[in-house]
């Protein structure tokens, strides 16, 4: 990935066309901000998640990973705290890829 691909996901929404006219954050939505590996800067979409799936992390494809077409590992850390409502709630950190 070279740095025009990471200005382009900076702030987005994981999922999000490139020329979508609305990629930010939406209002009354939750989000997990993806921090490392190749999904790095975007925001997770986790509204309506249940605590126990927001532990659980997520697996998420991507064509930028070490495996393109495969997933990239974002966690939680134990004992972060992730606060509920609207905004950025939590942090995922990048735990590796999978085919």
């Not at 532990?55 to 077409?69: H, K, M, N, R, W």
Request: aromatic fraction near 8%; proline fraction near 13%.
């Amino acid at each position: 990935m070279n740095s025009d691909d990471e200005q382009l996901l900076r702030g987005r929404i994981y999922g999000h066309d490139h020329d979508d006219p609305n990629p930010g954050p939406l209002p009354h939505h939750t989000y997990a901000a993806l921090v490392g590996g190749p999904l790095d800067g975007l925001l997770l979409d986790i509204t309506g998640w249940r605590p126990d799936e927001v532990d659980d992390g997520a697996a998420l494809s991507t064509e930028l990973g070490q495996f393109p077409g495969g997933r990239s590992l974002y966690d939680p850390r134990p004992g972060k705290p992730h606060t509920p409502g609207p905004g950025v709630s939590c942090r995922f950190y990048y735990s590796g890829d999978a085919p």
